[in-house]
Every structure is written in structure tokens, then in C-alpha cells.
């Protein structure tokens, strides 16, 4: 039972910041890159930002480098995606995701939040 919260959504005006939580439960995996994608009304869902489980390799869609920070905890599944300079094209449904693999194995397993709405107001 795979379980993936989300929270730190809001409207907030141009110019400002957010902190986005994820939370997973659930997983038995031994390595996890853990990230966030975010769908604007209309479009298509696309990546925003990814961390490996080492914390120490991270990675951004252009649009959003210099501005967005993503960190994570994985022992305790956690990522978090700090939002400044925040821009009204950054509105979208933001959703967590962690991708798992096993150690033996070549698969890899997929999941995602709920999402939360972030607004940028100009």
C-alpha cells in the first residue's frame, strides 16, 4: 500500500515562494530517485525537477533552474521541492513522484501523489 502526500500548495503573488512536501509510506524498495512533474490546465504533464537517493545528484527542467530547489530525505522517503521567484506560467497541479528499484532486479516501479495546486497571481 504505496502512499504518496503531498502538501504545500497555494496562491501566492509573482515574485514569491512556496515549499512543496512529499511524503511516501509504503516502500520496500532499496533505491529510490524521488522528484516532482507538474500539468498546467491544458497541457501535458511535465518534468520539473528529480533528486537521487544519495542526495547528491539532482536535476531541473530549464525553465525552473536558479529558482527551484529540490531535496530529499531517503530514509525517511521524503522530497521536497523549494519554489522562489515564483512566475504565474509555474501554475499547475505539481505531483510527487518516486520511482523504486530492487537490488536483484532490473525493473523499476512508479508512483505518484495526489497533487497540489500551486497558483501564481500576477
Known amino acids: 500500500q504505496v502512499q504518496l502526500i503531498e502538501s504545500g500548495g497555494g496562491v501566492v503573488q509573482a515574485g514569491g515562494s512556496l515549499k512543496l512536501s512529499c511524503v511516501a509510506s509504503?516502500?520496500?524498495?532499496?533505491?529510490?530517485?524521488m522528484g516532482w512533474f507538474r500539468q498546467a490546465p491544458g497541457q501535458e504533464r511535465e518534468f520539473v525537477a528529480a533528486i537521487n537517493g544519495n542526495g547528491n545528484v539532482t536535476s531541473y527542467q530549464e525553465s525552473v533552474e536558479g529558482r527551484f530547489t529540490v531535496s530529499g530525505d531517503n530514509a525517511k522517503k521524503s522530497v521536497y521541492l523549494q519554489m522562489n521567484s515564483l512566475k504565474p506560467e509555474d501554475t499547475a497541479v505539481y505531483y510527487c513522484?518516486?520511482?523504486?528499484?530492487?537490488?536483484?532486479?532490473?525493473?523499476?516501479?512508479?508512483?505518484w501523489g495526489q497533487g497540489t495546486q500551486v497558483i501564481v497571481s500576477t
Open positions: 509504503g516502500l520496500t524498495f532499496d533505491t529510490y530517485t
Open positions: 513522484w518516486v520511482q523504486g528499484s530492487r537490488s536483484y532486479g532490473l525493473a523499476l516501479y512508479d508512483y
